[in-house]
C-alpha cells in the first residue's frame, strides 16, 4: 500500500503563485508515476502533470509555460509549483500515483482557490 499526504493549498490572487507537495510512504518502491489531477465543481477530474521516476515530464495543455512539476526521489515528495495562477484553476487538487503493476493510489485533496 501506499499513502500520499498533500498540502499547500489555498487562496491565492489571480496571478499568483501557489507550490503543492506530496508526500508518498509505504511501499514506495512499487511506485512508478507521480502527479497531479484536478476535479472543478461540475466538471471532470482532469490531469495536470505527471512525472515518471526517471523524471519525465507529461502537462496538460493548461498547465504548460505555468506549471512545473518535480520530484525528490530521496524524500518520496512530488512538487507542483504553480505560477500566473487563473480563476479557472480553481479546483481540488489531488496526488495520484501509478504502482508498476499499473494500481492507482490518491491522496484526500487539497483545494486551491483563485479569487480576487
Known amino acids: 500500500q501506499v499513502q500520499l499526504v498533500e498540502s499547500g493549498g489555498g487562496l491565492v490572487q489571480p496571478g499568483g503563485s501557489l507550490r503543492l507537495s506530496c508526500a508518498a510512504s509505504g511501499s514506495i518502491f512499487t511506485i512508478n508515476t507521480m502527479g497531479w489531477y484536478r476535479q472543478a465543481p461540475g466538471k471532470q477530474r482532469e490531469l495536470v502533470a505527471t512525472?515518471?521516476?526517471?523524471?519525465?515530464?507529461n502537462y496538460a495543455d493548461s498547465a504548460k509555460g505555468r506549471f512545473t512539476l518535480s520530484r525528490d526521489n530521496t524524500k518520496n515528495t512530488v512538487y507542483l509549483e504553480m505560477n500566473s495562477l487563473k480563476p479557472e484553476d480553481t479546483a481540488v487538487y489531488y496526488c495520484h500515483a501509478l504502482s508498476y503493476s499499473h494500481y492507482n493510489y490518491w491522496g484526500q485533496g487539497t483545494q486551491v482557490t483563485v479569487s480576487s
Open positions: 512525472i515518471t521516476s526517471g523524471g519525465r515530464t
